[in-house]
Protein backbone atom coordinates (compact mmCIF):
# COMPACT_ATOMS: atom_id res chain seq x y z
CA UNK A 1 0.00 0.00 0.00
CA UNK A 2 1.59 3.51 -0.71
CA UNK A 3 2.40 5.36 2.31
CA UNK A 4 0.70 8.81 2.71
CA UNK A 5 3.89 10.27 4.01
CA UNK A 6 5.72 12.37 1.79
CA UNK A 7 9.66 11.43 0.82
CA UNK A 8 10.78 14.38 2.65
CA UNK A 9 8.93 13.14 6.05
CA UNK A 10 9.92 9.14 5.54
CA UNK A 11 13.58 10.07 5.30
CA UNK A 12 14.12 11.41 8.93
CA UNK A 13 13.82 8.58 11.33
CA UNK A 14 16.00 10.04 13.88
CA UNK A 15 13.29 12.85 14.66
CA UNK A 16 10.80 10.16 15.51
CA UNK A 17 12.98 8.35 18.08
CA UNK A 18 13.53 11.97 20.08
CA UNK A 19 10.04 11.35 20.93
CA UNK A 20 9.18 8.30 21.22
CA UNK A 21 10.63 8.23 25.05
CA UNK A 22 8.03 11.10 26.15
CA UNK A 23 5.21 9.60 23.81
CA UNK A 24 5.37 6.77 26.82
CA UNK A 25 4.79 9.39 29.37
CA UNK A 26 1.57 10.40 28.70
CA UNK A 27 -2.06 8.09 29.75
CA UNK A 28 -3.57 8.19 26.22
CA UNK A 29 -6.80 6.16 24.92
CA UNK A 30 -6.06 3.87 22.64
CA UNK A 31 -8.06 3.93 19.15
CA UNK A 32 -7.67 7.61 19.65
CA UNK A 33 -6.13 10.92 17.66
CA UNK A 34 -5.85 13.44 20.44
CA UNK A 35 -5.24 16.92 18.29
CA UNK A 36 -6.76 19.16 21.53
CA UNK A 37 -3.51 19.60 23.57
CA UNK A 38 -3.85 23.16 22.58
CA UNK A 39 -7.20 23.21 24.44
CA UNK A 40 -6.37 21.02 27.62
CA UNK A 41 -3.27 18.63 27.51
CA UNK A 42 -3.10 14.96 28.06
CA UNK A 43 -2.90 13.30 31.26
CA UNK A 44 1.05 12.66 31.75
CA UNK A 45 0.87 8.71 33.84
CA UNK A 46 3.02 10.50 36.71
CA UNK A 47 0.31 12.78 38.00
CA UNK A 48 -2.54 10.65 39.24
CA UNK A 49 0.19 8.92 41.75
CA UNK A 50 2.34 12.50 42.37
CA UNK A 51 -1.32 13.41 43.56
CA UNK A 52 -2.52 10.55 45.31
CA UNK A 53 0.82 10.87 47.54
CA UNK A 54 0.03 14.66 48.30
CA UNK A 55 -3.45 12.95 49.19
CA UNK A 56 -2.46 10.08 51.44
CA UNK A 57 0.73 11.40 52.95
CA UNK A 58 0.96 15.24 52.62
CA UNK A 59 -2.49 15.97 53.65
CA UNK A 60 -4.03 12.43 55.10
CA UNK A 61 -0.80 11.53 57.22
CA UNK A 62 1.05 15.34 57.96
CA UNK A 63 -2.68 17.55 58.21
CA UNK A 64 -1.46 20.84 58.47
CA UNK A 65 2.25 20.08 58.44
CA UNK A 66 2.49 19.50 54.95
CA UNK A 67 3.06 22.84 54.52
CA UNK A 68 6.50 22.59 56.06
CA UNK A 69 7.07 19.02 55.91
CA UNK A 70 5.66 18.71 52.35
CA UNK A 71 7.13 21.61 50.94
CA UNK A 72 3.48 23.18 50.05
CA UNK A 73 4.81 26.79 51.31
CA UNK A 74 7.93 26.63 48.32
CA UNK A 75 5.51 24.86 45.58
CA UNK A 76 4.78 28.02 43.43
CA UNK A 77 8.24 29.01 43.03
CA UNK A 78 9.10 25.32 42.43
CA UNK A 79 6.70 25.05 39.25
CA UNK A 80 7.01 28.59 38.29
CA UNK A 81 10.87 28.17 38.30
CA UNK A 82 10.00 25.16 35.96
CA UNK A 83 8.01 27.13 33.58
CA UNK A 84 10.64 29.85 33.22
CA UNK A 85 12.98 27.11 32.01
CA UNK A 86 10.52 26.91 29.05
CA UNK A 87 9.56 30.37 28.41
CA UNK A 88 13.43 32.01 28.44
CA UNK A 89 12.90 33.77 32.27
CA UNK A 90 16.00 33.38 34.80
CA UNK A 91 15.23 31.68 37.66
CA UNK A 92 13.10 33.32 40.65
CA UNK A 93 10.92 35.57 37.83
CA UNK A 94 7.91 33.43 37.11
CA UNK A 95 5.31 32.25 39.84
CA UNK A 96 2.36 29.83 39.58
CA UNK A 97 -0.42 31.47 40.60
CA UNK A 98 -4.36 31.54 39.87
CA UNK A 99 -5.73 32.21 36.64
CA UNK A 100 -4.48 33.87 33.81
CA UNK A 101 -7.26 36.53 33.86
CA UNK A 102 -6.40 36.99 37.63
CA UNK A 103 -2.72 37.15 36.91
CA UNK A 104 -3.62 39.67 33.98
CA UNK A 105 -5.58 41.85 36.36
CA UNK A 106 -2.54 42.03 38.54
CA UNK A 107 -0.27 43.14 35.61
CA UNK A 108 -2.52 45.43 34.01
CA UNK A 109 -2.57 47.31 36.79
CA UNK A 110 1.05 47.11 37.84
CA UNK A 111 1.68 48.10 33.94
CA UNK A 112 -0.79 51.09 34.19
CA UNK A 113 0.73 52.70 37.09
CA UNK A 114 4.10 52.36 35.50
CA UNK A 115 2.71 54.02 32.16
CA UNK A 116 2.24 57.28 34.35
CA UNK A 117 -0.27 60.14 32.43
CA UNK A 118 -0.96 57.59 29.33
CA UNK A 119 -4.06 56.24 29.06
CA UNK A 120 -4.24 53.89 26.22
CA UNK A 121 -4.38 50.09 26.15
CA UNK A 122 -3.18 48.79 22.64
CA UNK A 123 -4.39 45.49 21.80
CA UNK A 124 -5.59 42.97 19.10
CA UNK A 125 -8.72 41.02 17.73
CA UNK A 126 -7.20 37.73 17.42
CA UNK A 127 -6.29 38.61 21.26
CA UNK A 128 -8.51 35.67 23.46
CA UNK A 129 -11.83 37.50 24.22
CA UNK A 130 -10.92 37.01 28.21
CA UNK A 131 -8.00 39.56 28.28
CA UNK A 132 -10.47 42.11 26.22
CA UNK A 133 -12.95 41.61 29.39
CA UNK A 134 -10.17 41.76 32.03
CA UNK A 135 -8.86 45.28 30.30
CA UNK A 136 -12.50 46.43 30.20
CA UNK A 137 -13.18 45.47 33.46
CA UNK A 138 -9.68 47.46 34.59
CA UNK A 139 -10.74 50.30 33.19
CA UNK A 140 -14.08 50.39 34.79
CA UNK A 141 -12.61 50.09 38.12
CA UNK A 142 -9.80 52.53 37.73
CA UNK A 143 -11.81 54.83 36.65
CA UNK A 144 -8.91 57.31 35.57
CA UNK A 145 -9.77 57.70 31.55
CA UNK A 146 -8.46 54.61 29.77
CA UNK A 147 -9.05 53.48 26.61
CA UNK A 148 -8.91 49.96 25.35
CA UNK A 149 -7.85 50.05 21.65
CA UNK A 150 -8.29 47.02 19.27
CA UNK A 151 -6.37 46.98 16.17
CA UNK A 152 -6.32 43.99 13.70
CA UNK A 153 -3.79 42.01 14.25
CA UNK A 154 -1.74 43.17 11.03
CA UNK A 155 -1.79 46.37 12.22
CA UNK A 156 -0.78 46.35 15.53
CA UNK A 157 3.04 47.70 14.44
CA UNK A 158 1.94 51.02 13.17
CA UNK A 159 -0.95 51.49 15.68
CA UNK A 160 1.88 51.67 18.51
CA UNK A 161 2.45 55.20 19.26
CA UNK A 162 3.76 57.70 21.75
CA UNK A 163 -0.07 57.63 23.62
CA UNK A 164 -0.07 53.58 24.11
CA UNK A 165 0.37 52.93 27.69
CA UNK A 166 0.53 49.75 27.56
CA UNK A 167 0.66 46.73 24.74
CA UNK A 168 -1.21 43.64 25.56
CA UNK A 169 -1.00 41.11 23.42
CA UNK A 170 -1.62 37.38 23.18
CA UNK A 171 1.24 35.73 21.07
CA UNK A 172 -0.45 33.68 19.57
CA UNK A 173 -4.01 33.93 17.83
CA UNK A 174 -5.93 31.36 19.59
CA UNK A 175 -8.54 30.91 16.70
CA UNK A 176 -6.17 30.90 13.46
CA UNK A 177 -2.31 30.41 15.04
CA UNK A 178 -1.45 33.50 13.58
CA UNK A 179 1.82 34.33 15.31
CA UNK A 180 2.80 37.57 16.26
CA UNK A 181 6.68 38.65 16.66
CA UNK A 182 7.42 39.25 19.91
CA UNK A 183 11.14 41.04 19.48
CA UNK A 184 9.95 43.47 16.95
CA UNK A 185 6.82 44.40 18.56
CA UNK A 186 8.62 44.63 21.98
CA UNK A 187 11.37 46.61 20.28
CA UNK A 188 8.78 48.82 18.75
CA UNK A 189 6.91 49.01 21.83
CA UNK A 190 9.44 49.85 24.50
CA UNK A 191 10.94 53.07 21.67
CA UNK A 192 7.57 54.73 21.97
CA UNK A 193 7.83 54.76 25.85
CA UNK A 194 5.27 51.75 26.46
CA UNK A 195 5.13 48.39 28.33
CA UNK A 196 4.43 45.21 27.66
CA UNK A 197 2.29 42.14 28.51
CA UNK A 198 2.65 38.92 26.54
CA UNK A 199 -0.46 36.41 27.01
CA UNK A 200 1.32 33.17 25.96
CA UNK A 201 -1.47 30.44 26.76
CA UNK A 202 -0.91 28.72 23.15
CA UNK A 203 3.15 30.05 23.26
CA UNK A 204 4.68 28.12 26.13
CA UNK A 205 5.12 24.15 25.77
CA UNK A 206 5.00 24.88 21.99
CA UNK A 207 7.85 26.74 20.62
CA UNK A 208 11.33 28.30 21.97
CA UNK A 209 10.23 31.61 24.15
CA UNK A 210 12.85 34.33 25.05
CA UNK A 211 11.76 36.43 27.51
CA UNK A 212 14.57 37.73 28.94
CA UNK A 213 15.88 37.79 25.42
CA UNK A 214 12.57 40.63 23.76
CA UNK A 215 13.13 42.35 27.01
CA UNK A 216 9.44 41.84 27.78
CA UNK A 217 8.36 43.61 30.70
CA UNK A 218 5.01 41.13 31.72
CA UNK A 219 3.36 37.93 30.72
CA UNK A 220 1.01 35.22 32.05
CA UNK A 221 -0.33 32.17 30.66
CA UNK A 222 -2.08 28.97 31.73
CA UNK A 223 -1.15 25.64 32.66
CA UNK A 224 -3.31 23.60 31.08
CA UNK A 225 -2.75 23.76 27.39
CA UNK A 226 0.57 22.37 26.02
CA UNK A 227 2.45 22.24 29.24
CA UNK A 228 -0.54 19.40 30.02
CA UNK A 229 -1.16 20.49 34.24
CA UNK A 230 -4.87 19.35 34.09
CA UNK A 231 -8.36 20.81 33.85
CA UNK A 232 -8.02 24.29 35.38
CA UNK A 233 -4.22 23.61 36.19
CA UNK A 234 -3.00 27.27 37.85
CA UNK A 235 -1.72 29.91 35.46
CA UNK A 236 1.77 31.53 35.74
CA UNK A 237 2.99 35.31 35.64
CA UNK A 238 6.37 36.46 34.69
CA UNK A 239 7.97 39.88 35.98
CA UNK A 240 10.93 40.93 34.41
CA UNK A 241 13.20 41.29 37.04
CA UNK A 242 14.39 44.51 37.49
CA UNK A 243 10.96 45.25 37.61
CA UNK A 244 9.78 43.14 40.08
CA UNK A 245 10.94 44.92 43.51
CA UNK A 246 9.06 48.06 42.58
CA UNK A 247 5.88 47.13 41.24
CA UNK A 248 3.20 47.72 43.85
CA UNK A 249 0.28 45.11 43.08
CA UNK A 250 -3.51 46.31 43.18
CA UNK A 251 -4.87 42.74 44.16
CA UNK A 252 -2.73 42.06 47.30
CA UNK A 253 -3.06 39.47 49.55
CA UNK A 254 -1.45 37.96 52.92
CA UNK A 255 0.98 35.44 50.73
CA UNK A 256 2.34 38.13 49.39
CA UNK A 257 3.75 40.12 52.40
CA UNK A 258 6.80 40.50 52.83
CA UNK A 259 6.74 38.12 56.47
CA UNK A 260 2.94 36.28 56.37
CA UNK A 261 2.62 34.99 59.63
CA UNK A 262 4.05 38.10 60.94
CA UNK A 263 0.05 38.99 60.50
CA UNK A 264 0.73 42.61 60.10
CA UNK A 265 -2.26 44.43 59.62
CA UNK A 266 -0.80 46.62 57.20
CA UNK A 267 0.60 45.20 53.68
CA UNK A 268 4.17 45.46 52.92
CA UNK A 269 4.77 43.40 49.86
CA UNK A 270 7.48 40.28 49.77
CA UNK A 271 10.51 40.91 47.90
CA UNK A 272 10.77 40.19 43.80
CA UNK A 273 8.08 38.15 42.43
CA UNK A 274 6.88 36.77 45.63
CA UNK A 275 4.82 40.40 46.03
CA UNK A 276 2.41 38.56 43.08
CA UNK A 277 1.08 35.91 45.35
CA UNK A 278 -2.74 36.42 46.67
CA UNK A 279 -4.16 33.41 48.27
CA UNK A 280 -3.56 30.11 49.70
CA UNK A 281 -2.68 28.25 46.51
CA UNK A 282 -4.35 24.90 45.63
CA UNK A 283 -1.99 22.49 46.26
CA UNK A 284 -3.21 19.41 44.80
CA UNK A 285 -3.89 21.18 41.37
CA UNK A 286 0.26 22.57 42.00
CA UNK A 287 0.87 19.08 42.89
CA UNK A 288 -0.47 17.61 39.09
CA UNK A 289 0.97 20.96 37.69
CA UNK A 290 4.59 20.70 38.94
CA UNK A 291 4.40 16.86 38.27
CA UNK A 292 3.17 17.46 34.82
CA UNK A 293 5.98 19.78 33.65
CA UNK A 294 8.70 17.02 34.38
CA UNK A 295 7.85 15.19 31.39
CA UNK A 296 9.85 18.59 29.56
CA UNK A 297 13.11 16.96 31.46
CA UNK A 298 15.60 17.06 28.23
CA UNK A 299 13.37 17.98 25.84
CA UNK A 300 14.70 20.42 23.13
CA UNK A 301 12.56 23.03 23.00
CA UNK A 302 13.95 23.92 19.15
CA UNK A 303 13.38 20.25 18.69
CA UNK A 304 9.97 19.97 19.63
CA UNK A 305 9.20 23.42 17.17
CA UNK A 306 11.26 21.38 14.17
CA UNK A 307 8.15 18.28 14.56
CA UNK A 308 5.49 20.35 15.10
CA UNK A 309 6.11 22.18 11.66
CA UNK A 310 7.02 18.93 9.94
CA UNK A 311 3.61 17.51 11.68
CA UNK A 312 1.77 20.58 10.82
CA UNK A 313 3.08 20.96 7.28
CA UNK A 314 2.28 17.32 6.88
CA UNK A 315 -1.43 17.70 7.94
CA UNK A 316 -2.47 20.99 5.50
CA UNK A 317 -0.94 19.06 2.36
CA UNK A 318 -2.95 15.84 3.44
CA UNK A 319 -5.64 17.37 4.55
CA UNK A 320 -5.95 20.19 1.46
CA UNK A 321 -5.51 17.16 -1.12
CA UNK A 322 -8.19 14.85 0.30
CA UNK A 323 -10.97 17.76 1.59
CA UNK A 324 -11.43 20.63 -1.13
CA UNK A 325 -14.59 21.86 0.74
CA UNK A 326 -11.96 22.94 3.86
CA UNK A 327 -10.37 26.12 3.51
CA UNK A 328 -7.16 26.84 5.45
CA UNK A 329 -7.48 29.83 8.07
CA UNK A 330 -4.04 29.38 9.65
CA UNK A 331 -0.78 31.01 7.96
CA UNK A 332 0.30 28.87 5.41
CA UNK A 333 4.03 30.07 6.62
CA UNK A 334 5.01 27.76 9.36
CA UNK A 335 7.11 30.69 10.67
CA UNK A 336 4.54 32.77 11.23
CA UNK A 337 1.60 30.14 12.87
CA UNK A 338 2.10 28.42 16.24
CA UNK A 339 1.46 24.82 16.90
CA UNK A 340 -2.24 24.51 15.59
CA UNK A 341 -3.60 24.31 12.13
CA UNK A 342 -7.27 25.45 11.79
CA UNK A 343 -9.47 25.20 8.90
CA UNK A 344 -13.06 27.07 7.76
CA UNK A 345 -16.18 25.47 7.14
CA UNK A 346 -19.91 26.97 7.48
CA UNK A 347 -20.25 23.55 9.52
CA UNK A 348 -17.42 23.42 11.47
CA UNK A 349 -18.97 22.17 14.77
CA UNK A 350 -20.88 19.72 13.32
CA UNK A 351 -17.89 18.44 11.40
CA UNK A 352 -16.07 18.59 14.92
CA UNK A 353 -19.22 16.16 16.38
CA UNK A 354 -18.38 14.16 13.69
CA UNK A 355 -14.63 13.91 14.17
CA UNK A 356 -14.76 12.96 17.59
CA UNK A 357 -17.32 10.54 16.99
CA UNK A 358 -15.11 9.32 14.52
CA UNK A 359 -11.55 8.96 16.66
CA UNK A 360 -10.04 12.25 15.96
CA UNK A 361 -10.24 14.85 18.68
CA UNK A 362 -10.05 18.47 18.04
CA UNK A 363 -12.25 21.47 18.80
CA UNK A 364 -14.40 24.35 17.29
CA UNK A 365 -13.98 27.90 17.49
CA UNK A 366 -16.76 30.40 16.60
CA UNK A 367 -18.19 31.26 14.11
CA UNK A 368 -16.60 28.20 11.16
CA UNK A 369 -13.13 27.03 12.74
CA UNK A 370 -12.45 23.63 13.50
CA UNK A 371 -8.78 23.60 14.95
CA UNK A 372 -5.53 20.92 15.49
CA UNK A 373 -3.37 21.28 18.20
CA UNK A 374 0.41 19.32 16.83
CA UNK A 375 2.19 18.43 20.07
CA UNK A 376 4.78 16.68 19.26
CA UNK A 377 5.24 14.87 22.69
CA UNK A 378 2.90 12.58 22.17
CA UNK A 379 1.86 12.80 18.25
CA UNK A 380 3.24 11.10 15.57
CA UNK A 381 3.09 10.73 11.64
CA UNK A 382 1.16 8.05 11.64
CA UNK A 383 -1.66 10.14 14.11
CA UNK A 384 -1.59 13.05 11.27
CA UNK A 385 -2.37 10.30 8.66
CA UNK A 386 -5.03 8.57 10.64
CA UNK A 387 -6.25 12.25 11.18
CA UNK A 388 -6.18 13.27 7.61
CA UNK A 389 -8.03 9.95 6.36
CA UNK A 390 -10.64 10.32 9.16
CA UNK A 391 -11.49 14.07 7.69
CA UNK A 392 -11.41 12.71 4.43
CA UNK A 393 -14.12 10.67 5.19
CA UNK A 394 -16.46 12.57 7.35
CA UNK A 395 -16.00 15.51 4.59
CA UNK A 396 -16.65 12.82 1.73
CA UNK A 397 -19.38 10.91 3.38
CA UNK A 398 -21.15 13.80 4.86
CA UNK A 399 -20.93 12.39 8.19
CA UNK A 400 -21.29 15.74 9.96
CA UNK A 401 -24.97 15.90 8.07
CA UNK A 402 -26.89 15.13 11.44
CA UNK A 403 -29.33 16.85 13.47
CA UNK A 404 -27.05 15.18 16.52
CA UNK A 405 -23.71 16.49 15.48
CA UNK A 406 -25.57 20.27 15.14
CA UNK A 407 -27.04 20.60 18.41
CA UNK A 408 -24.48 22.69 20.36
CA UNK A 409 -23.04 21.46 23.54
CA UNK A 410 -22.33 23.90 26.67
CA UNK A 411 -18.11 23.40 25.30
CA UNK A 412 -17.22 23.85 22.22
Known amino acids: MQSFLPTRFNSRPAMSDIFAKT ?3 FDLPDNLVYLDGNSLGPLPKSVAERVSREITVGWGEK ?3 GWNEHGWMDM ?3 AGNRVAGLIGAPEGSVIVADSTSVNLFKVLTAALAMAGDRRKILSDSGNFPSDLYVAQGVIGTLARGHQLVVAKPEDVETAIDGDVAVLMLTEVDYRTGRRHD ?10 AG ?15 VDLAGCNVDFAIGCGYKYLNGGPGAPAFLY ?13 AGWLGHEVPFDFDLDYRPAPGIDRMRVGTPPILSLAAFTSALE ?3 GVDLAAVRTRSIELSELFIAEVEARCPQLELASPRDPQVRGSQISFRFHQGYAVMQALIANGVIGDFRAPDIIRFGFTPLYLSKEDVGRAARTIEKVMRDRLWDTPAYKAR ?4
Open 194 to 208: AVTIWDLAHSAGAFP
Open 409 to 412: AKVT
Open 182 to 191: MKRLTERARA
Open 295 to 297: VWD
Open 23 to 25: RRL
Open 63 to 65: LVR
Open 76 to 78: QME
Open 239 to 251: IRPDLAKNIAPAL
